[in-house]
C-alpha cells in the first residue's frame, strides 16, 4: 500500500481546537517557545500562519504518551 502525503492546510484557528491552546497562546509561542508546537509552513511573501495537517497529526502521534499505572499511595508516619 502506498503511503499519500496530505496537503491540506490549517489555519491558526484550526490548529488551536486540534491542540486545544488559544490562538493568543499559539500566536507567543511561534517565538517564545517554537518546539512547542508542531512545525509550521512559511510561505514567501505571506504572514498568514499556516500548517500543515499531515505534519500536525504526525506531531501529535509524537507526543502521544502511554498511560503508565500511578504507584499506589503510601501514608507515611
Request: charged residues 30%; positive net charge; proline residues 9%.
Amino acid at each position: 500500500m502506498s503511503e499519500t502525503t496530505s496537503f491540506r492546510t490549517l489555519s491558526v484557528t484550526e490548529l488551536s481546537t486540534l491542540i486545544h491552546r488559544a490562538v493568543p497562546t499559539i500566536k507567543s509561542d511561534i517565538n517564545r517557545k517554537p518546539e512547542s508546537l508542531p512545525p509550521r509552513i512559511v510561505i514567501p511573501g505571506s504572514k498568514k500562519l499556516v500548517w500543515l495537517e499531515s505534519d500536525v497529526l504526525h506531531w501529535l502521534e509524537k507526543c502521544r504518551e502511554v498511560a503508565k499505572p500511578k504507584p499506589a499511595w503510601r501514608r507515611r508516619f
